[in-house]
């Protein structure tokens, strides 16, 4: 009979080598060709990430062993939990039901994100973004300047920082939409200011949009508060650019509350949002400096036809048009190149041609099929405004989302061979430093 500590380095060393061969078997299912495909940079780069973290099968016994048994488990643990967050999330892209919507949802967020990330060198390049559903009551971003709740099945010793922060410095950003879009389009707009965080984050944009607001053309005095709710203004304005007129009308309906609820909300610096009332200006605002002046006014006047103009308009209104105007010039920079926002992502137009050819059952074309992508979204949430009854029994939703899985052309998507291999290589490395520094 073995010995029990024979037993224990050959336990270890079994539950080891099984995350190693599901990553033999995932890698595999996303290549060139394979159901996952588009999956591929991901797939390798987070595993490559996770491997660097797992021990090497351990040898050797006695006391030594016994002493160091704790930290290998918790090891493996941790590296099981890391692809357990990705691996669930990929998974849902199995299932009849959901894995067109989340198909086409990728799209989305890839169209809001490419754009940007081409730009960049490609060892500063991280992968295509990954959607997922989750039971969150709105869309959050991962990462951002929190970070990422340990979910409940995790266990509890890996709510501790080292778990977060892996999670938060995995090779592609992660975005959480809540179940209940899967059968509502028109909602999937929202990622768009999802993506308007990703996007400060990952290109060091914080300092341009502080300085943006420090010069903006409002009173010294109400510059605590905007650089307070800069975060998410800033993300505002970047989802306006990712879906336009169709982004602002799918947040003004997020905002809906009880009337006397919109009509005496309360001031309050603190909270990370500009008040509702607020953020539709600054909403218009974006639009009108677009050049979409039409569309800025319907905005406020259906909603001010509801909710009338708030008592505090008085106090921060005025700022909407400056602020607005000052996030978006800008300048932001990436890889040595300064642009307006704008200029970095166009905002969509002629969409109502576009939502008018989607009723007509007509084909529709851009030379930019990134931008085909926003703009099929943006009419999707056009058509379901105009007239919610026709857009469901029409079964527009099911044909925009056939029509955005229809431009995806085959082939691995992200960082391209070799540039890949290196990739990897760092992220094996980081692995390591994170094992080093936790272990």
């Not at 930019?368 to 058509?383: G, H, N, Q, S």
């Amino acid at each position: 009979m073995t010995s029990l500590l024979d037993r224990k380095r050959l336990e270890i060393a079994a539950k080891r080598s099984a995350l190693v061969d599901e990553f033999d078997y995932w890698q595999k299912a996303s290549e060139e060709g394979k159901p996952f495909e588009k999956h591929n940079t991901q797939i390798r780069r987070v595993v490559a990430r996770i491997s660097g973290l797992l021990p090497e099968a351990p040898a050797g016994g006695g006391d030594a062993f016994l002493k160091g048994r704790r930290a290998l488990e918790e090891r493996v643990l941790t590296a099981y939990s890391l692809w357990d967050f990705f691996r669930g999330k990929l998974v849902l892209r199995q299932e009849a039901w959901s894995g067109p919507h989340l198909r086409a949802c990728d799209e989305f967020a890839w169209a809001c994100y490419s754009p940007l990330r081409d730009r960049l060198p490609v060892d500063q390049r991280r992968e295509p973004p990954l959607v997922f559903l989750n039971g969150g009551w709105s869309p959050y971003a991962v990462p951002r300047e929190q970070t990422y709740r340990v979910e409940k099945s995790a266990g509890g010793w890996l709510a501790k920082m080292p778990f977060q922060d892996a999670v938060d410095r995995l090779p592609l950003a992660v975005i959480g939409v809540p179940w209940y879009q899967a059968s509502h389009l028109p909602d999937v707009l929202v990622i768009g200011h999802e993506m308007g965080h990703v996007v400060e984050w990952e290109f060091g944009w914080r300092d341009a949009s502080t300085q943006a607001i420090q010069k903006a053309k409002i009173p010294v005095s109400h510059q605590p508060a905007w650089l307070h709710w800069r975060m998410e203004v800033f993300a505002d304005l970047y989802g306006c650019l990712s879906g336009g007129e169709a982004f602002t009308g799918s947040l003004a309906d997020f905002l809906a509350a009880p009337v006397d609820q919109l009509q005496t909300e309360e001031f309050n610096e603190l909270d990370p949002h500009p008040p509702a009332w607020l953020r539709l200006k600054l909403l218009a605002a974006a639009l009108d400096a677009t050049g979409n002046a039409s569309a800025a006014q319907d905005l406020l006047t259906q909603w001010t036809s509801l909710y009338g103009t708030h008592a505090d308009d008085d106090k921060f209104g005025d700022d909407a048009g400056p602020v607005m105007d000052a996030l978006l010039a800008g300048p932001y920079t990436i890889a040595g190149v300064s642009k307006r926002l704008d200029e970095f992502l166009p905002p969509p137009a002629n969409l109502r041609q576009l939502a008018i050819n989607i009723a007509l059952s007509n084909a529709v074309s851009d030379n930019d099929e990134m931008l085909l992508r926003r703009k099929l979204f943006a009419a999707a949430r056009i058509l379901y405004a105009d007239n919610p009854e026709v857009y469901a029994s029409a079964k527009y939703a099911g044909d925009i989302v056939n029509r955005v899985i229809g431009l995806i052309k085959p082939g691995v998507r992200g960082s391209g061979a070799p540039d890949l291999d290196s990739l990897t290589r760092n992220d094996r490395q980081a692995g390591s430093t994170w094992a080093s520094d936790w272990f």
